[in-house]
């Protein structure tokens, strides 16, 4: 389902570029990324994302977008705005798809 919303949000969002193996290889680390490091990054930032009341999440999201990117070659994100767009859109894009086609 994340391979979909990649190249969904790469259409869509100007300065995301993204191959379709890229698309693969890069929802295979990102979800890798998501079980490992994402937790600690969430558990360091509890204090901010307690502030914000969770928004802070979005950030730590597209920082590991963002991170993926500087890995898989042919998965390019141009800056830290369009990663963050990003992520929102692959997370809205994802959730519509698991909502809609049920295991």
């Known amino acids: 389902m994340n391979v979909a919303g990649i190249?969904?949000?790469a259409s869509i969002i100007e300065g995301f570029n993204v191959t379709v193996l890229a698309a693969i290889v890069g929802s295979v680390?990102?979800?890798f990324v998501n079980a490992t490091i994402r937790p600690i990054i969430l558990?360091?930032?509890l204090?901010?994302?307690m502030l914000t009341l969770?928004?802070?999440t979005l950030i730590v999201n597209a920082l590991?977008?963002?991170l993926v990117s500087a890995v898989v070659?042919?998965?390019d994100i141009q800056g830290f705005g369009v990663a963050?767009?990003?992520a929102l859109l692959i997370t809205v894009i994802s959730f519509l798809i698991s909502y809609f086609i049920k295991d």
């Open 47 to 49: 204090p901010i994302n």
């Open 73 to 75: 070659k042919g998965f």
């Open 43 to 45: 558990l360091i930032t």
């Open 84 to 86: 963050f767009m990003a």
């Open 29 to 31: 680390l990102l979800g």
């Open 64 to 66: 590991m977008l963002w």
């Open 7 to 9: 190249i969904v949000t």
């Open 54 to 56: 969770g928004l802070f």
